[in-house]
């Protein structure tokens, strides 16, 4: 087994849990009575850890495992049965009691940090839609004019 750390602070773990899935909309219609669900992919996996720092220098590991789970940005989390992954540390909480002097406790929420490849935005939407939108009051002015010489060259008449 792995000694557990984050973005090189060690930690001890007492329990851990994974949580994962899949990213579903469930749509549902009037008058029917079976949905249609829409599976938008994988979601992200988490890993809640119970941890513990113990030993004459838990206060300076507390600090630099609560500095790891603030900074900016994914770390590597190296895990004793899980082995090693890139994630961010959604959450932390720790704490300490007099009775259990020397020893910080953690509970830790961690999220997968995966990669933005294959996820880059190609197409300038806005653009697209504000073109679409000329392009069509353009085109619906020309049949307007041409519908209005159509009916006067017929000996037609408008009303306004």
Known sequence: M????????PFYTETDGQSGGRRLVAHEF????VPYVEDLGRRARRWTIAGYLIGPTYIADRAALIAACETNGPGTLVHPTLGTVQANCESYSTSESRERGGLATFEMVFVESGNLQGTAITTDTQ?????????????????????????LANGGTISI
């Open 30 to 33: 009037p008058m029917r009575d």
């Open 127 to 151: 653009s697209a839609a504000s073109s679409a939108g000329s392009n069509l009051g353009n085109q619906s002015g020309q049949s307007l004019d041409n519908t209005t010489n159509n009916s």
């Open 2 to 9: 792995l000694p557990a750390s984050f973005s090189g602070a």
